[in-house]
């Protein structure tokens, strides 16, 4: 039965992953390019106005890694694109560039003609493992820390090209999500966008949500009793978190979609708002502005379906994009992708010389 209650919790998030209970874990390893020369991986704090005050009691001061590239520090006057990469449900900044092989991987892509950039990783984890990228009273506004807070901070402490054709944004699975709703609506910030593997495009069904599985949910008292919950029931309460905070309703501060075996209509309407397949029509004139945009996924990934409909939904509007099934799972070829894939496209797509 609990396997059950999290497979169904997993599909409801469209977090789909091949293994089903653990987070985006085994990659490939992209083999070292000889020559390559040394990134410098910085650790840093930035903090966030817009998460101040949130109910959970999430930091403001959010820990980032800024992994400079090899002749950064040799060019003082050099002032170099940025790639902000967001990472996805139940990891961390931390765990996400070793799943991605950061700095080997970036360093490969340099070495192998990439033109050099500045990649930044902000940390979105919570106390539910993930923030869904969301602005939210109870988990804080995630959404303007990366397009706003964030984008400030580097380009007043990193020499930057502080120009939206010279920002691009990534993510994957829910960080895909999240360089999905973040890009949509923030054009004036980023210049091309590129989505690897992108959870929780399509709205749910909360009638498919076992009532066992509600009551259980419905029980939990504190945060601490939160953190012993399964991976897939803990993201129900990230997703509710960030999609149906509830100031009036403490401990966790949410509403969840289903209450006393029955579905809440309201609720359910907040979720489904929050889905980009549901609100993608919204923004055509926004993504329009994009110099690129991709979107790849693995053809063993059960992902690869709403994937492929946000696709058709931007071939359907005439904006250009590129769309790619690679052979894989959600997770296999993330760190191959990076390199062979990733940064080269920003490579082509941003724009490297600062304006006058």
Known sequence: MRERLHAVAIALLSLTMAGGAQAQVATHVPDVVAGAKPATVQHIKVHSPAIEGNLEGESADRDVIVVLPPSYASNPRRRYPVVYALHGYSIGAAQWIQEIHVPQTIEGAFARGTREMIVVLPDSKTVHNGSMYSSSATTGDFETFVSRDLVAYV??????????????????????????????????????????????????????????????????????????????????????????????????????????????????????????????????????????????????????????????????????????????????????????????????????????
């Open 155 to 356: 380009d007043a402490h990193y020499r930057t090209i502080a120009d939206r054709r010279s920002r691009g944004l990534v993510g994957h699975s829910m960080g895909g999500y999240g360089a999905s709703r973040i890009g949509m609506k923030h054009p004036d910030v980023f210049g091309a966008l590129y989505l690897m593997s992108p959870c929780c495009l399509s709205p749910r069904d909360p009638s498919q949500m076992p009532a066992e599985l509600a009551a259980k949910l419905a029980a939990v008292k504190s945060i601490a009793e939160a953190q012993q919950l399964g991976w897939g029931e803990r993201a129900m309460l990230a997703s509710a978190a960030a999609w149906s905070p509830n100031p009036g309703n403490p401990p966790l501060y949410l509403d969840l979609p289903v209450k006393d075996g029955k579905v809440q209509p309201d609720v359910a309407a907040k979720w489904a708002a929050n889905a980009p397949l549901a609100f993608v029509d919204q923004y055509i004139g926004n993504l329009k502005r994009y110099a690129a945009i991709s979107i790849d996924v693995g053809d063993q990934d059960g992902l690869r379906f709403d994937a492929q409909k946000l696709h058709e939904v931007l071939d359907r509007y005439g904006i250009a994009n590129a769309f790619e099934l690679y052979s894989g799972t959600h997770t296999s070829e993330v760190a191959v992708r990076v390199q062979e894939h990733v940064l080269p496209f920003f490579s082509r797509t941003l724009r490297f010389d600062a304006k006058p």
